[in-house]
């Protein structure tokens, strides 16, 4: 039994298949949205450059006044090429000018922060799951707390701390910084655990648990990032405060923001310590936030009011 081959179909190059004028405006399209995208991605990338440089500019000039010399400093034009010196640190950490209002901010931010947390999260949480007459009056008079410029209440609150005895005293500074951070943990929060579902506190109850029992072991786990997001911020806005420990702070109660005034004399301003301060009073912050980084992007995008 014989088979014989199949015949070869001729190649004819006339009759091969053309791209159509739809498959090359097609082709056109997805080029030109191909470039600008990349014209419009470079664009973002140039622009983002110079913000931070135009951001990172004076961090990074005071990190090098920090380790010139007097001279160094005061001379025109000024030396981008020089030896450092690690002398304007010798300085502020051998003596208390610098020591004592660091530990001060340490201590006021650090309490600030603790109370916030203890009166924020179960107000937080009143407002988000409790029905109850004026609960948004409320929500909006802790908001509208941070409405009003401290310029403006800082003269009533001084006279208030000079009768009661909270003047200069690591009190005083730790009730009047709820001023800057209670406001936004508790918005924060609020919102945040409002876009948690109720169920899960049912089914804790339905288990036999209470309240509190479903909040601790349940609520808070899920509101961590939003906790974290919301602490690292107030930790900023306490730790950089400046006009309610100008006037409600005295000798014993000196923060870093203020005590830094100390290195501006009436005969001369130290600007290598001045600046050797400032940047160690950089590093509290930077931690906070490097320790709080893994909370950041998913507390401050779940926890916002959606519209």
């Known amino acids: 039994m014989t088979t014989t081959a199949p015949a070869r179909l001729s190649e ?10 739809r498959t090359r405006n097609h082709e056109l399209a997805v080029r030109t949205r191909k470039r600008k995208r990349a014209v419009k991605h470079g664009s973002a990338i140039l622009v983002l450059s110079i913000w931070s440089v135009f ?12 380790l010139k010399t007097s001279d160094d400093i005061i001379t025109y034009p000024p030396k981008f090429v020089f030896l450092p010196t690690l002398a304007n640190y010798a300085q502020i950490f051998s ?16 309490g600030a922060l603790l109370l916030t947390l203890v009166i924020g999260l179960p ?15 409320i929500a909006f008079g802790i908001l509208s707390m941070r409405f009003a410029p401290e310029l403006l209440i800082i003269l009533p609150l001084y006279l208030m701390f000079q009768k009661v005895g909270l003047y200069d005293s690591y009190l005083g500074l730790i009730l009047a910084y709820q001023l800057v951070t209670l406001p936004m943990l508790i918005w924060m929060l609020r919102s945040f655990i409002e876009d948690l579902p109720v169920e899960l506190e049912e089914a804790v109850a339905v288990d ?22 919301a602490l690292m911020l107030s930790f900023i806005w ?22 830094i005034q100390q290195y501006i004399s009436y005969q001369s301003i130290e600007w ?6 400032t940047v160690v009073s950089m590093v ?21 009011v959606k519209g």
């Open 12 to 21: 004819d190059p006339h009759t091969r298949s053309k791209p159509t004028d």
């Open 55 to 66: 951001a990172l500019t004076p961090i990074v000039w005071i990190a090098m006044m920090s």
């Open 95 to 110: 003596g208390s000018q610098f020591l004592t209002p660091f530990v001060n901010s340490l201590i006021v931010t650090a």
């Open 123 to 137: 107000t937080a949480y009143a407002l988000a799951r409790f029905q109850f007459k004026g609960r948004e009056n």
């Open 208 to 229: 036999g648990g209470t309240r509190w029992t479903a909040f601790r072991h349940v609520l808070f786990r899920l509101i961590a990032p939003g906790l974290g997001a």
């Open 238 to 259: 306490a730790w950089n405060n400046y006009t309610l420990p100008l006037v409600l702070s005295g000798r014993n109660t000196q923060v870093i923001t203020t005590g």
């Open 272 to 277: 290598g310590p001045m600046a050797a301060a």
């Open 284 to 304: 509290p912050g930077i931690l906070f936030a490097l320790f709080s980084l893994r909370w950041i992007v998913g507390g401050l995008t779940a926890g916002t």
